[in-house]
């Protein structure tokens, strides 16, 4: 069975840092590209950053290009959200999620709050 | 980047059809395949994937769920609706960077 933990969030003051973690299992992690994806307190769906399979194609959403870090172990099958430069519109809860088997988001984890506030 | 809008709400009667529509900006079909994605995302939960590729049905999900639509044009039918079925659909397309998403339909019960 796919499952997606996520892990590190917070609450964090503008300005600072805050590292998530997601740790995959139930699939081969390093063979599939990941994603993060946000949603803000009743907002929708916010795609963030991908990275595919061997860390050899990295994109990142306008909103968050020069602050955020996707990264991955794949030894540890983990991904990673280095967030940098912490802005209130960043509060939202984030998502890791998966392409197994589509080009879709196909898994996702239960979400990580994220907090930005002095 | 491809805007994709979707109605805020939609209320439909128990045992009917409802169908949920998304409009794109520009093409998101390419020669082979239609990049247009349905999720549903009930309060509290994390969004699931129903379709992808505008047609094709998710590991797991009840037959009563469908797509269809190419170009700019997509639908979801839920057909019958079932109470379990209250919640927000959103539309993706990964026909190209960034990824969006439509703003999310809110399925009621009538």
């Known amino acids: 069975e796919v499952q997606l933990v996520e892990s590190g969030g917070g609450l964090v003051q503008p300005g600072r840092s805050l590292k998530l973690s997601c740790l995959a299992s139930?699939?081969?992690?390093?063979?599939?590209?990941m994603n993060w994806i946000r949603q803000a307190p009743g907002k929708g769906l916010e795609w963030v950053a991908s990275i595919s399979s061997s860390s050899s194609y990295i994109y990142y959403a306008d909103t968050v290009k020069g602050r955020f870090t996707i990264s991955r172990d794949n030894a540890k099958n983990t991904l990673y959200l280095q967030m940098t430069s912490l802005r209130s519109e960043d509060t939202a809860l984030y998502y890791c999620a998966s392409l197994i088997t589509t080009v879709a988001f196909d898994y996702w984890g239960q979400g990580v709050m994220v907090t930005v506030s002095s | 980047d491809i805007v994709l809008t979707q109605s805020p709400a939609l209320a439909v009667s128990l045992g009917q059809r409802a169908t949920i529509s998304c409009r794109a900006s520009?093409?998101?079909?390419?020669?082979?395949?239609?990049?247009m994605h349905w999720y549903q995302q009930k309060p509290g939960e994390q969004p699931k994937l129903l379709i992808y590729d505008a047609s094709n049905l998710a590991s797991g999900i009840p037959v009563r769920f469908s797509g269809s639509g190419s170009g700019t044009d997509f639908t979801l039918t839920i057909n019958p609706v079932q109470a379990d079925d209250i919640a927000t659909y959103y539309c993706?397309?990964?026909?190209?960077?960034?990824?969006?998403f439509g703003s999310g339909t809110k399925l009621e019960i009538k």
């Open positions: 520009q093409s998101v079909s390419t020669s082979s395949y239609n990049l």
């Open positions: 139930g699939f081969t992690f390093s063979n599939y590209g």
């Open positions: 993706q397309q990964s026909r190209e960077l960034p990824l969006t």
